[in-house]
C-alpha cells in the first residue's frame, strides 16, 4: 500500500472538466462517483474475469475478517461523499454473495449528498423477493452482466454452466421488482463472443432494457488481453447497424463513459462502452473501494491506500476525509490515455478485487 503525503491544495493543471466542490485532483478531476467492492468472491469464473485455472478450489479468498463490514463501508461512503461524491455502486466479485446486502444500501441511501446507489450483478442470485428488497432499500439502478445468449457460448464464459435463462429471469425479476430501467452489461472479446452481438440485440430491443456493450479491457494480469482481442466500439455498432439501423444521442451528462445510440424505429437505446479505443481519463471522476478497505484511483492501478487500518485504528471522521483527500488530491492516473506506454507491464489488481 502507498502512502503519499499531504497536500491541502492541489494545482489544477487542466481545463474543460467539471470542478467539484470538494477536492479535485492533479488534472482538475472532482471525485463523483465510488465503485465499493463488497467481497471478492464469484460463484462464476468468468474466462475473462476469474479464470479457472487461477481462481481454483484452492484460491486464497479474503477471511470474512479481513472485509470491510457494513459500518466500515458506510464510514467510508460518508467521507466520500464529503467530498463530493453523489452516486455509489456496488460491485464485486459478485456482490449478492454478501448475505443481506440490502442493509447495506439502506444505510448507504441516506447518506447527505448521495443520490444514487446502483449494483452491477451477474444476476444468480436475483430472485423476485431480492430485487423488492434491494429496491426497498434504496437501490436506484441495477446493471446485470450478461455475455451471450446462446447456451453454449454462455456457458463456455461463465465456465459454471449457468443457464442464460436464469439470468433472463433475474431481468424479469428486477422489472417486476420495479427496478428499471435496467441495464445489461456485455463484455465483446474475438474468439468469445462477438457472434453473439446481434443475437442479444434482437433478444432485448424493444423491452426497455438498455443493452451496453463493453470493449474488452487489459485489466489485472490473469486474463489472457490482447490487443488484437477487442472488438472496437466502432465495429459494435457497424455490426448492429448493419441489421438495425441506429443514430447516435447525446450523452444525459458531462463525462458519461457510455456513447449512446437510439434504434432509428424508436424501440429503445444501446450504449456502447469504448475504454479502449477512445479512453475517457479526462472526465473520469470514479474512485474504487476494494472489499478490504484499499481505496483506488484508477481500475488499473497497481497499489491502493488502506482505508481499513485507519477505520479500525479509530480514527475520526476529519481524519478519515483528509485521508481520502490526501489520497485523490494527489491522483494524476490517466492509464487509457497511455495504454501504449510502458506502464503497461505494470502489475495491475484484478478486476474481481477492485469492482468493475
Ligand atoms: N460479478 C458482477 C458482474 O459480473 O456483474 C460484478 C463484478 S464484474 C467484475 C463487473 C463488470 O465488469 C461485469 O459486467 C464484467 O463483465 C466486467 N468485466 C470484468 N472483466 C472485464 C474486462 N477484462 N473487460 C471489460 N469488462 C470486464
Ligand atoms: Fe464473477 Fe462478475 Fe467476474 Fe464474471 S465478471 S467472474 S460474474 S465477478
Ligand atoms: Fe479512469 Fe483510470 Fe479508466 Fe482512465 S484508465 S478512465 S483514469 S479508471
Given at each position: 500500500m502507498t502512502n503519499v503525503p499531504f497536500n491541502p491544495s492541489p494545482k489544477s493543471l487542466s481545463s474543460g472538466v467539471e470542478k467539484s466542490s470538494g477536492v479535485v485532483d492533479q488534472r482538475g478531476r472532482g471525485i463523483r462517483d465510488l465503485r465499493i467492492s463488497?467481497?471478492?468472491?464469484?460463484?462464476?469464473?468468468?474466462v475473462y474475469c476469474m479464470p479457472k485455472e487461477l481462481f481454483g478450489s484452492d484460491h486464497a479468498f479474503l477471511p470474512r475478517a479481513e472485509l470491510l463490514n457494513f459500518e466500515e463501508i458506510e464510514r467510508i461512503a460518508r467521507a466520500f461523499a464529503s467530498l463530493g461524491v453523489t452516486k455509489l455502486r456496488l460491485t464485486g466479485g459478485e456482490p449478492l454473495v454478501r448475505k443481506e446486502l440490502e442493509t447495506l444500501i439502506s444505510q448507504l441511501a441516506v447518506i447527505p449528498g448521495i443520490d444514487d446507489v446502483s449494483l452491477t450483478t451477474?444476476?444468480?442470485?436475483?430472485t423476485l423477493d431480492k430485487g423488492r428488497a434491494l429496491k426497498d432499500a434504496g437501490l436506484k439502478r441495477l446493471t446485470i452482466s450478461l455475455d451471450a445468449v446462446t447456451e453454449e457460448v454462455f456457458s463456455a464464459i461463465n465456465d459454471?454452466?449457468?443457464?442464460?435463462a436464469k439470468v433472463l429471469g433475474a431481468v424479469d425479476n428486477a422489472l417486476a421488482a420495479g427496478l428499471d430501467p435496467i441495464k445489461v452489461n456485455m463484455v465483446v472479446a474475438k474468439g468469445m463472443n462477438e457472434e453473439e452481438i446481434l443475437p442479444m440485440v434482437r433478444q432485448f430491443k424493444g423491452t426497455g432494457v438498455i443493452l451496453r456493450f463493453i470493449e474488452f479491457m487489459d485489466v489485472?494480469?490473469?486474463?489472457?488481453?490482447?490487443?488484437?482481442r477487442v472488438v472496437s466500439a466502432r465495429e459494435i455498432v457497424e455490426t448492429i447497424a448493419s441489421e438495425f439501423p441506429v443514430e447516435p444521442l447525446n450523452a444525459?451528462?458531462?463525462?458519461?463513459?457510455a456513447s449512446r445510440w437510439k434504434f432509428s424505429d424508436g424501440s429503445g437505446e444501446i450504449g456502447v462502452i469504448s475504454s479502449v479505443t477512445k479512453p475517457f481519463c479526462s472526465s473520469c471522476t470514479r474512485a474504487r473501494l476494494s472489499a478490504e478497505g484499499s481505496v483506488y484511483t484508477c481500475l488499473f492501478a497497481s497499489e491502493g491506500t488502506d482505508l481499513r487500518a485507519l477505520v479500525r485504528s479509530g480514527a475520526s471522521d476529519d481524519e478519515l476525509r483528509d485521508a481520502v483527500q490526501n489520497v485523490w488530491s494527489h491522483r494524476d492516473d490517466r492509464y487509457s490515455e497511455l495504454r501504449s506506454d510502458a506502464t503497461v507491464d505494470l502489475p495491475k489488481v484484478e478486476m474481481s478485487y477492485i469492482g468493475g
Open positions: 463488497v467481497t471478492d468472491r464469484c460463484n462464476f469464473r468468468c451477474n444476476g444468480s442470485l436475483l459454471v454452466k449457468f443457464p442464460v489485472g494480469n490473469t486474463n489472457g488481453w490482447k490487443l488484437d444525459n451528462y458531462p463525462g458519461e463513459v
